[in-house]
């Protein structure tokens, strides 16, 4: 709005100066015509006394009505201006505002994307992780029908022994209840639902008597290895190729 104002007010005085300047300019030219002609037709009483009728009426009705004229075009001129001005300035802004706007929503698409590849990524993490480590996928991908118990057992061993290192190093994993299984415990009325299942004749309210079936496993702590943003998300290991 300011600067609205601002060209209204300029446009304005820049309009009505060069219409008054315009206004003199036509009414000295008429004035030095009025007056040139009493010079050049001072032999014709007639007509000397029509040209001085002229420019009395030229000083009492048509510098007052030409004022008015130019006064007027100038408004109109000035009204026509500002409304395109304002017309091209909202315009503009709501060329701007759509291109902000067109951004704003591509980059959205872009954020959501690349969520959607991260969440990708992240569900498959940490079998990439013991692929790597403990060639977890290669066991289950064998057909162990060809392989005696004893050479499955030498191959387990040291699956297990590999991937229970990824698993100690990135959660450290410990029981969610100290109890041995076979033990009975009291399940008080605050318990953690999401920590503690309860199965069986499971009816009224807490404190509950019931025997631990399974410990259950919480992560100590999470540190898993840092995830490159530009892999491919269905990847879970790369092929690997030696050149030679």
């Keep these: 709005m300011d600067i609205i104002k601002a060209y209204s007010f300029r446009s304005f005085v820049i309009i009505m100066f060069f219409m008054a300047f315009m206004c003199l300019l036509v009414d000295s030219t008429f004035y030095v015509i009025l007056t040139n002609a009493e010079v050049v037709l001072s032999g014709h009483k007639n007509l000397i006394d029509l040209v001085v009728m002229m420019e009395e009426k030229f000083r009492l009705y048509y510098v007052p009505m030409s004022a008015g004229v130019f006064g007027l075009i100038g408004i109109l001129l000035w009204v026509c201006m500002r409304f395109l001005f304002v017309n091209l300035l909202k315009t503009s802004d709501k060329a701007t ?7 704003k929503v591509k980059g959205s698409l872009d954020n959501k994307k690349e969520k959607k590849n991260n969440d990708r990524r992240l569900f498959l993490h940490l079998l990439s992780v013991f692929q790597r480590e403990g060639r977890l996928m290669d066991f289950f991908s064998e057909d162990l029908n060809h392989y005696e118990d004893s050479q499955i057992g030498a191959a ?9 290192k990824v698993v100690d190093k990135a959660i450290s994993p410990e029981s969610v209840i100290d109890e041995k299984e076979g033990d009975e415990i009291t399940i008080q009325q605050d318990f953690n639902p999401s920590a503690i299942k ?17 410990r259950g496993w919480k992560a100590k702590r999470l540190e898993m290895p ?5 892999q491919e998300p269905g990847i879970i290991a790369p092929a690997e190729v030696e050149i030679v």
């Design 156 to 164: 387990v061993r040291s699956i297990h022994e590999s991937c229970k």
């Design 198 to 214: 309860l199965t069986g004749n499971v009816t009224g309210e807490p404190p509950f008597k019931g025997i631990v079936r399974h």
């Design 226 to 230: 840092t995830l490159s943003g530009s």
């Design 97 to 103: 505002v759509d291109k902000k706007d067109d951004t």
